[in-house]
């Protein structure tokens, strides 16, 4: 199949995006694939007459490394020779209509909000993972705690905080704040005293004008992964200090993760129950990932849905198909597949 694999973009889990979206380009030439790797912010910079010609050109298999710090968003917008603001590079339209799919490598705001597959259904263009409404609904946690509320889903007390409020309620000491449409732990913070709250609000809004703060649940952290809608095994996540933030989650040597958690088993059906009921509630299809804390009494809470979650050599979804014999290359051709019966 002729594969363009979509990474990169202006979020802030740009640099995640491009490790994810070379090491899948990898994996599917390594299937037989013609994969091109293309930012979608940048486009395709090279020359054709003809689009599907670039899928027969030589490639760069090199993988692309998370840094420690989130990436100077506003350098990668000088650096752009196309002299607009759009988020969407040249020719990237063009070239993904001539690929028989388009894998979906992205995180954050560019890919994950529903945008980006709204605009592909209107033109046509198939492309892997979650529809546009499933994607909305999960990338803004406002939305997708009301849903998960509605549906009976256990999930940490909270509520939108806006920056133009006249007041900024706490929801309670210890709390959690977050952007409401960010991922990877970017700009988030636990808050144990009022000073700290009011920090954690401001490095909120540096990110967006709207920020989540929620009660914070004391527990075991653990993702379960679904795909065609049957949970894959749980993951204990345990950083080595602080909370799984954006250093932990991509820095090697930082946090142990055990798969399958060593769980009582009836733990672990409630958290894949759990994982399938969320993926239900918020209208997702073929893949994504939810985040859980199991705290002590063994209550199941639910953090958010990932719609297309991290596929870099050290994400958590790779791990859990790994722990039933699917391998990286099986893991990526099966999203591909479970994708194409969309469209059949």
Do not use: W
């Not at 930012?39 to 993988?63: L, Q, R, W």
């Not at 065609?228 to 933030?245: M, N, Q, R, S």
């Not at 014999?325 to 099966?334: A, D, H």
């Amino acid at each position: 199949m002729n594969i363009i694999v979509l990474c990169g973009g202006i979020s802030p889990e740009r640099d995640v995006s491009l490790t994810s979206g070379s090491v899948v380009a990898s994996a599917l030439r390594r299937l037989g694939h013609k994969a091109v790797l293309m930012d979608v912010f940048f486009g395709y910079t090279g020359s054709y007459e003809n689009p599907a010609e670039i899928f027969d050109k030589p490639y760069d298999d090199s993988v692309s490394k998370v840094g420690l710090e989130y990436p100077d968003l506003e350098a990668v917008k000088r650096s752009r020779k196309q002299d607009n603001n759009s988020r969407i590079g040249d020719n990237v339209i063009e070239i993904c209509r001539h690929a028989d799919i388009v894998f979906m490598a992205l995180h954050g705001e560019d890919g994950e909000n529903g945008k980006l597959q709204a605009m592909f259904d209107v033109m046509d263009i198939k492309y892997t993972g979650c529809g546009y409404l499933g994607s909305a609904m999960a990338m803004n946690k406002a939305v997708a705690k009301n849903q998960l509320q509605q549906n009976g889903i256990l999930t940490p007390k909270g509520f939108n905080v806006n920056v133009n409020d006249a007041e900024y309620p706490c929801p309670g000491l210890p709390c959690v704040v977050k952007p409401c449409s960010g991922g990877s732990s970017v700009g988030t913070s636990i808050a144990c005293t009022e000073e700290e709250y009011k920090a954690a609000l401001e490095l909120g809004f540096r990110y967006e004008d709207n920020v989540i703060a929620e009660q914070y649940i004391k527990g075991r952290e653990c993702d379960v992964g679904v795909i065609a809608g049957k949970a894959l095994p749980v993951i204990e996540i345990c950083p080595k200090t602080g909370f799984y933030d954006y250093k932990n989650k991509y820095q090697s040597g930082m946090t142990d993760e055990y798969c399958p958690a060593d769980l009582p088993d009836e733990i672990t059906e409630k958290l894949q129950k759990a994982a399938v009921d969320v993926f239900n509630a918020l209208l997702l299809d073929v893949y994504a990932r939810m985040d859980f804390i199991v705290d002590e009494k063994g209550d199941v809470y639910c953090l958010e849905a990932n719609t297309l979650p991290g596929m870099t050599p050290l994400s958590l979804l790779p791990q859990e198909a790994a722990a039933v014999g699917i391998s990286y290359e099986q893991l990526c051709q099966l999203i591909v597949d479970e994708s194409m019966k969309k469209y059949n």
